[in-house]
C-alpha cells in the first residue's frame, strides 16, 4: 500500500476551536520581528515550480526553501533562536519586542544572566540550532541524539561549541533523558515539544516556526500568485505542522487552505491520533526506523495536536520511498524549473505530492479526489531542511536507493 489517510469530517472553522491565539497576526508578528534583528535574517527563497506543476496538473507550485535559513540548512533555527530570546527576555523582566538579539549577545547582558546551560533531545536539526543559538549569546549547550544518528549531524553540532552525543535511546526516552538532567543540573530545557506542564517554551517554539509561513504569504503575494488552497506539512511530534497551519487558520480565518500532515508510517503518531478519534493524542512507540530522521518521533506535542485535530484537512502516513522520489524529484527539475536541495525530511511532501497525482492507485485517487486536488490548485510546500544528511541525499538521489517496485506501479 503506497500510503494509508484519515480524512478529517470534523474539521472545523477557524475561529470556532482551540489554540489560534497564541499564533494570531499579532503574536507571529513579534516572531517575526525578532528574527528581522538577526545579522543573519533573510526570508528564505521561495520557489515557483511552474513546469513541475504543470506535468503534475496543478495550477501552481511553490517550494519554500529552508535550506537557506542562517547558514544552518533547516528551519528549525526559528523555533530555537525565538524560544531562547522569549526565555531570556523574560529572566530580564523585559518585553521581547523591546530587546534586540544584539543587546543579548552584549557583555551587558551576559554579566547580568551569568552561566547559562541549555539542554535538548534531537534528531540533528533542533540541537544544531539550539547550539548555534546559545554560541551566539555565549552559553553552553548539551545536547542528546537518538541512537542511529547521522554522525555528521553529531559534529555540525559539536562544530556549534556545544556538547553532544548519541545515546542509545529513542527519539522520544533521548527527551526524557534530557528533561532529566536538566532537572538535576538546573539547566534550561529547550524541547521543541509540549507535554502537559511544559508549554512555553514549545508556543514560542512554534511561534517562531510561523516566521517562515507569513515570509511564504508575502512571497507569494510578490510573485502575483493566489494564496495557496493545498498546503501539506510535514510532522514528527507536530510542533512544525502546528505553527504554521495555526497561523495560517487565524490569518486567512476561511479562506485558510486545505492543510494535510505527512508523517513517515514508522513513526505516524499525529495520523494515528486521527485514526483513533478520540480528540486525545496517541502514541507510536520503538525504533520509530524511518529514513526521515527529523519526523522519527512517537509521541505528538499536545499543544499542536489540538491544532491539527481541529483544522487539519487530512493526515497522511508514508512509506520511506516517497521521501527519495521528493528528494529526486526537486534535485533533477524539469527544463525551466530551479534546483531545490531537500532532505528526506523536508522532501517527503513533494514525493506525497508526485503520488497523489500521478498515481491511480485507490488510496491516492481518493485522497486527490477529497481534497479537490487539480489543474486550479495552488499548492505550497515547505522543504524543511537541505541535504543535513549528505551521505542519505546521495544514497537517495546519485545512487537511487530507497526505491520501490510499488512507486512504479499505476504511472499514468
Ligand atoms: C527537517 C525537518 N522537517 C520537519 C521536522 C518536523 O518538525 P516537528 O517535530 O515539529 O513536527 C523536523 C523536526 O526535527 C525536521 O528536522
Redesign the pocket.
Given at each position: 500500500m503506497p500510503i494509508d489517510f484519515v480524512y478529517n469530517r470534523n474539521r472545523k472553522q477557524p475561529g470556532s476551536g482551540t489554540g489560534l491565539d497564541m499564533l494570531s497576526p499579532e503574536e507571529t508578528a513579534k516572531a517575526r520581528n525578532y528574527h528581522r534583528g538577526f545579522r543573519e535574517y533573510a526570508p528564505t527563497p521561495l520557489v515557483a515550480l511552474p513546469k513541475l506543476a504543470g506535468y503534475l496538473g496543478i495550477g501552481a507550485l511553490f517550494v519554500k526553501d529552508e535550506s537557506h535559513r542562517f547558514g544552518l540548512n533547516?528551519?528549525?533555527v526559528l523555533g530555537a533562536s525565538y524560544a531562547i530570546g522569549r526565555y531570556l527576555a523574560a529572566r530580564l523582566g523585559r518585553d521581547i519586542s523591546d530587546l534586540s538579539h544584539d543587546e543579548l549577545r552584549s557583555e551587558k547582558v551576559k554579566k547580568e544572566l551569568g552561566d547559562i546551560t541549555f539542554t535538548t533531545a534531537?534528531?540533528?536539526?533542533?540541537g544544531r540550532a539550539v547550539a548555534w543559538a546559545a554560541q551566539q549569546i555565549g552559553q553552553k549547550a548539551v545536547i542528546y541524539m537518538p541512537k542511529g544518528s547521522d554522525p555528521v549531524r553529531l559534529e555540525n553540532i559539536r562544530a556549534h561549541g556545544a556538547e553532544a552525543t548519541i545515546t542509545d535511546l529513542n527519539y522520544d526516552d533521548a527527551v526524557r533523558l534530557s528533561e532529566k538532567m536538566a532537572e538535576e543540573h538546573g539547566w534550561v530545557i529547550i524541547q521543541?515539544?509540549a507535554w502537559p506542564g511544559y508549554e512555553d517554551i514549545p508556543t514560542w517554539i512554534m511561534q517562531g516556526y510561523a516566521t517562515l509561513a507569513v515570509e511564504a504569504l508575502e512571497q507569494m503575494q510578490q510573485q502575483g500568485a493566489e494564496a495557496p488552497t493545498h498546503v501539506f506539512l510535514?510532522?514528527?511530534?507536530?510542533?512544525?505542522?502546528g505553527g504554521v497551519l495555526g497561523f495560517l487558520a487565524a490569518t486567512l480565518q476561511e479562506k485558510m487552505p486545505l492543510v494535510t500532515i505527512v508523517e513517515p508510517e514508522k513513526a505516524n503518531c499525529i495520523y494515528k491520533s486521527a485514526k483513533i478519534g478520540d480528540g486525545r493524542p496517541h502514541t507510536v512507540s520503538g525504533d520509530l526506523d524511518t529514513l526521515m530522521a527529523?519526523?522519527a518521533?512517537g509521541e505528538p506535542?499536545t499543544l499542536s495536536w489540538e491544532l491539527l485535530r481541529d483544522y487539519a484537512a487530512a493526515y497522511v502516513s508514508c512509506p520511506d520511498y516517497l521521501a527519495a522520489t521528493g528528494m529526486r524529484v526537486l534535485a533533477t527539475p524539469l527544463k525551466g524549473d530551479p534546483v531545490v536541495i531537500s532532505?528526506e525530511?523536508?522532501a517527503v511532501t513533494t514525493g506525497l505530492l508526485h503520488l497523489l497525482m500521478e498515481s491511480e492507485a485507490d488510496k491516492a485517487v481518493s485522497l486527490r479526489k477529497q481534497l479537490g486536488l487539480d489543474s486550479t490548485s495552488v499548492v505550497l510546500l515547505v522543504s524543511?531542511?537541505g541535504n543535513?544528511s549528505p551521505r542519505a541525499f546521495r544514497d537517495a538521489v546519485w545512487y537511487g536507493e530507497y526505491n520501490d517496485q510499488e512507486k512504479n506501479r499505476n504511472k499514468k
Open positions: 533547516a528551519f528549525k534531537t534528531d540533528g536539526n533542533h521543541d515539544t510535514q510532522a514528527g511530534v507536530g510542533s512544525f505542522a527529523g519526523l518521533c506535542n532532505g525530511s523536508g524543511t531542511e543535513t
